[in-house]
């Protein structure tokens, strides 16, 4: 794909978000990937709704992040299969992020997770990005987000080992993070923990990665929350049914 410049309503001579592509043509690698994303986001979302009460944060799954600018165009993003981005709209003049541009933003993800197809050897590649001549050697994913993109933190989920992999970016290097007593990894700026949850969802049994607050409890998804307050409801229902039947053993009518 060329990229034409419109100097008119780009004068910078820099593509934005309506220019560049949203997707590289490749398909998404297996049918967990996809519902894995949206547990994150749903489970995640009323902590951040408290902490940007603005509303500015923005969520991308399996969407680009743009770090530089190569022909073709593709070339010069990673997609993380999920990433937050605080204190930023989640629109742009009017329309919705097709991808995340690093030259026109000021603020980095706070978490980048990549979930594991293969053996994980893309994940943690650190190869770096050297140039002779015209030639240039092809950056490794772990060498971008390290050197580039710089998000504080980055996971590396692996559902076939029901692990996750957790670094921390610290000065300008990335350190593995050890895991606490729960064996999660905490996220501090937004009160969580990351680990992983063996169980059902949407149909399908896995050991799925989640998130918890800093007590140790699981945050639930809109269905959980749902279910988990019909069962409240049932609960309230029955013990209200058995004080009626009580006063009706008494030789009272109940009026409840």
Same mark, same amino acid.
Request: aromatic share 12%; net charge negative; proline share 7%.
């Given at each position: 794909?060329?990229?034409?410049?419109?100097?008119?309503?780009?004068?910078?001579?820099?593509?934005?978000?309506?220019?560049?592509?949203?997707?590289?043509?490749? $398909?998404?690698?297996?049918?967990?990937?996809?519902?894995?994303?949206?547990?994150?986001?749903?489970?995640?979302? &009323?902590?951040?709704?408290?902490?940007?009460?603005?509303?500015?944060?923005?969520?991308?799954?399996?969407?680009?992040?743009?770090?530089?600018?190569?022909?073709?165009?593709?070339?010069?993003?990673?997609?993380?299969?999920?990433?937050?981005?605080? %204190?930023?709209?989640?629109?742009?003049?009017?329309?919705?992020?097709?991808?995340?541009?690093?030259?026109?933003?000021?603020?980095?993800?706070?978490?980048?997770?990549?979930?594991?197809?293969? %053996?994980?050897?893309?994940?943690?590649?650190?190869?770096?990005?050297?140039?002779?001549?015209?030639?240039?050697?092809?950056?490794?994913?772990?060498?971008?987000?390290?050197?580039?993109?710089?998000?504080? $933190?980055?996971?590396?989920? !692996?559902?076939?080992?029901?692990?996750?992999?957790?670094?921390?970016?610290?000065?300008?290097?990335?350190?593995?993070?050890?895991?606490?007593?729960?064996?999660?990894? &905490?996220?501090?700026?937004?009160?969580?923990?990351?680990?992983?949850?063996?169980?059902?969802?949407? %149909?399908?049994?896995?050991?799925?990665?989640?998130?918890?607050?800093?007590?140790? %409890?699981?945050?639930?998804?809109?269905? !959980?929350?749902?279910?988990?307050?019909?069962?409240?409801?049932?609960?309230?229902?029955?013990?209200?049914?058995?004080?009626?039947?009580?006063?009706?053993?008494?030789?009272?009518?109940?009026?409840?």
């Amino acid at each position: 794909m060329k990229f034409s410049l419109d100097v008119e309503n780009n004068p910078t001579g820099w593509p934005d978000h309506t220019q560049l592509p949203e997707s590289d043509g490749t $398909f998404v690698k297996n049918f967990q990937e996809h519902p894995q994303s949206i547990l994150l986001t749903d489970s995640i979302t &009323p902590i951040l709704q408290s902490i940007h009460a603005d509303g500015n944060y923005c969520i991308g799954q399996d969407s680009g992040i743009y770090w530089r600018l190569t022909d073709p165009l593709e070339r010069g993003a990673e997609a993380p299969d999920w990433f937050y981005v605080p %204190n930023v709209p989640p629109t742009l003049d009017g329309q919705l992020r097709r991808s995340y541009v690093m030259w026109q933003e000021f603020v980095s993800p706070l978490i980048v997770l990549e979930f594991v197809s293969g %053996n994980g050897t893309e994940e943690r590649d650190r190869t770096p990005l050297l140039r002779s001549g015209k030639q240039e050697t092809k950056a490794g994913k772990f060498w971008i987000y390290e050197n580039v993109i710089h998000p504080a $933190f980055y996971g590396i989920y !692996e559902v076939s080992k029901a692990s996750v992999e957790v670094y921390h970016f610290i000065e300008d290097r990335y350190e593995l993070v050890v895991a606490n007593d729960r064996g999660h990894y &905490p996220i501090p700026q937004l009160g969580v923990e990351l680990g992983i949850w063996q169980g059902t969802y949407q %149909n399908v049994e896995l050991p799925w990665l989640r998130w918890w607050d800093s007590e140790g %409890n699981l945050l639930l998804s809109g269905a !959980e929350r749902a279910e988990k307050e019909r069962q409240r409801a049932d609960r309230a229902e029955d013990q209200l049914e058995q004080l009626r039947a009580q006063l009706r053993s008494a030789g009272l009518e109940p009026e409840l």
